[in-house]
């Protein structure tokens, strides 16, 4: 049994920044491939940055890459994402989600840009005042 926790979501201000944390446990060995998605109300799950912990590939959507980060420097059985510079629109609810990686199966990359993971966290809001 897997599960993911997020936490560090609040309100924050224009400008400001969060982090993000997601901690995972349980039968968690084979989880290489760690992501961030995030939803806003009315509209559908985006995906945001995702890291391949083999190696510490990273990927995130273009025009959220340099003000968020997922830092590789990350605990064991933790991610984390750093949100810098944040706006109005970044307003959502996020979710970590995570799943393997194995030799010629789905790579990280795809499990992200398919938004394809096999566990997922329940989220936490983030909302971003003017």
């Known amino acids: 049994q897997v599960q993911l926790v997020e936490s560090g979501g609040g309100s924050v201000q224009a400008g400001g920044s969060l982090r993000l944390s997601c901690a995972v446990s349980?039968?968690?060995?084979?989880?290489?491939?760690m992501g961030w998605f995030r939803q806003a109300p009315g509209q559908e799950r985006e995906k945001v940055a995702a890291?391949?912990?083999?190696?510490?590939?990273?990927y995130y959507t273009g025009y959220l890459e340099g003000r968020f980060t997922i830092p590789q420097d990350t605990a064991k059985n933790f991610l984390y994402l750093q949100m810098n510079r944040l706006t109005p629109e970044d307003t959502a609810m996020y979710y970590c989600a995570a799943d393997g990686v194995a030799a010629g199966g789905v790579s990280c990359y795809q499990h992200f840009t398919r938004a394809d993971f096999g566990y997922w966290g329940q989220g936490t809001q983030v909302t971003v005042s003017s």
């Open positions: 890291i391949y912990t083999n190696g510490g590939s990273t």
């Open positions: 349980g039968y968690t060995y084979r989880l290489t491939c």
